[in-house]
């Protein structure tokens, strides 16, 4: 499979996924494509998240295929036929993406340089020397370079979500993840993080999918806007076109409910 | 209570045995009692080692092995934890020659004791890796780290932390425990100190002596781990982060 060719970079083909009873997402078809920026925006509840962790392999998938890069994720190809994958396979694919959380997720007991070293030195097996250059690059990159010895505690929470991106690229991944960053930022500290999504979706050919509740940063950032409701996509589109003139009943209530709270 | 009072209550069990031998043959009683306590400090280190090996080891087997292994671990843990000390160092000293295998007192302290407070001490372990939050575990399949990658460098070094109280009652616990082998012939503290009163009857300033000697071994080990938890601790949130 070369990279050359204009497969989606990812595709959720008829994704199922259940909690016991509750259905969270229903037969989900959505592709990304390459260097795509996908903002994912619903009510709680409405599988939005669910979709993030479903990619990460943080959750299991219940039906349907997630297909990475051009090839299935969560299963691989075994005699002609479809199976489950096998742990590595799915670290293979998995290695593409990148995930930030909404908590951060930091290691508190690593400096900002150590977080982002660890993963570049102990799974791609990067000696010390380069991965520190390559992490020192990335948190200069978030604005944190003087940070590089502070430990996740003495920084505010804007910067540790930067160093949680910086973490994140230190991987090299093609596909980003962004699981509501700001939401358990103070309002005032919201700006710092999503001005280095915005550099980042400048500079880098990455493709990214993000959850959010920042309808003016999503409608600014985003290629594409997928409003999902009941573990379906209800309606997707531009950002101009849905935040301006949604077609769908429940996206044009959703976004009266988000504008009433500003 | 603080680093501060810990010493000072050290401090002050030392004065009172310094000043306790100025009088009568309690000097010479304490040399005796001295001779047993450095057996006592042996049994304890190496059984504490033992337990902690025992420990970490029936934890992740527990955590993350396969069935047999997960099953092994449970046996173990309740088997030691559910059944006597004393009764365990007599099956290991009279009754394991019976079948062919015999093993010095030393040994069987060294045995019984760590195996008894690894098996406590197996629950201390996995309750810390358990209360590591569940979104490290998730930063570490974000970074495509393996489970053991995982454990060793992210989830272990948080767990050890939360670790250090606990731990610091076993060893004390285990520290006490010794006095249990003066039941299978070793002249630990407790053994001498009851052959120097059966000889001379001086059963105060002796058993005085004694639990001040054991005051002073167990003061030794909260305030070790006091320092051992601060230095873990510095830089780290307290009580650990997301």
């Known amino acids: 499979m070369s990279a050359t060719t204009n497969h989606p970079m990812v595709r959720f083909e008829g994704v199922t996924k259940r909690y016991g009873a509750l259905t969270v997402l229903d037969d989900l078809n959505l592709e990304v494509g390459r260097g795509e920026k996908v903002a994912i925006i619903g009510p709680s509840g409405s599988g939005k998240t669910t979709v993030l962790r479903m990619l990460m392999t943080l959750e299991r998938i219940d039906g349907g295929v997630i297909w990475v890069d051009g090839e299935p994720m969560t299963h691989m190809q075994k005699n002609g036929q479809m199976v489950p994958a096998e742990p590595k396979h799915l670290r293979r694919v998995r290695s593409k993406i990148g995930m930030v959380f909404q908590h951060f997720n930091l290691f508190p007991h690593m400096t900002a340089l150590a977080n982002c070293t660890e993963a570049p030195m102990t799974v791609l097996g990067l000696p010390r020397r380069e991965a520190e250059e390559r992490a020192a690059e990335l948190l200069n990159m978030v604005g944190l370079g003087d940070k590089k010895g502070h430990y996740p505690a003495q920084l505010s929470g804007g910067q540790q979500q930067r160093v949680a991106i910086a973490r994140a690229l230190a991987m090299r991944p093609k596909i980003m993840l962004f699981d509501e960053v700001t939401s358990a930022l103070d309002p005032e500290l919201c700006g710092e993080v999503l001005q280095v999504i915005r550099k980042l979706g400048s500079e880098h050919d990455l493709t990214m999918l993000m959850v959010t509740h920042q309808m003016g940063f999503a409608k600014e950032f985003a290629d594409r806007v997928c409003f999902f409701y009941q573990g379906k996509i209800c309606e997707q589109g531009e950002p101009k076109e849905l935040f301006t003139a949604p077609k769908n009943e429940r996206t044009q209530q959703f976004l009266r409910a988000v504008l009433e709270a500003v | ?242």
């Open chain 2, 1 to 242: 209570m603080g680093m501060f009072s810990l010493s000072a209550m050290l401090v002050a069990a030392l004065i009172a045995i310094a000043i306790m031998s100025l009088f009568g043959d309690n000097a010479l009683f304490m040399s005796g009692l001295l001779q047993g306590a450095w057996l006592t400090v042996q049994i304890t280190l190496l059984g504490s080692l033992l337990a902690v090996i025992m420990a970490t080891t029936a934890a992740l087997f527990r955590l993350y092995g396969a069935p047999p292994l997960r099953w092994l671990a449970v046996t173990y843990v309740e088997f030691f934890r559910g059944t006597s000390a004393l009764v365990q160092l007599f099956w290991l000293f009279f009754v394991l020659p019976l079948f062919g295998i015999s093993m010095d007192p030393f040994s069987v302290g060294v045995l019984g004791l760590g195996l008894n407070i690894g098996a406590y001490g197996a629950e201390v372990v996995r309750g810390a890796v358990q209360g590591v939050h569940r979104g490290q575990w998730e930063a570490t399949t974000a970074l495509n780290m393996t489970r053991w990658q995982a454990l060793k460098r992210i989830i272990l070094p948080q767990a050890f932390v939360a670790m250090i109280p606990p731990w610091g009652n076993l060893f004390i616990e285990l520290l006490k425990s010794t006095a249990l082998v003066s039941l299978i012939t070793m002249s630990d503290l407790t053994f001498r100190a009851k052959t120097i009163n059966d000889t001379t009857m001086q059963t105060i300033p002796i058993f005085t002596l004694a639990l001040l000697t054991y005051l002073v071994m167990s003061l030794t080990i909260t305030i070790g781990m006091r320092w051992l938890e601060r230095a873990s601790l510095r830089g780290m949130v307290r009580g650990r982060g997301r």
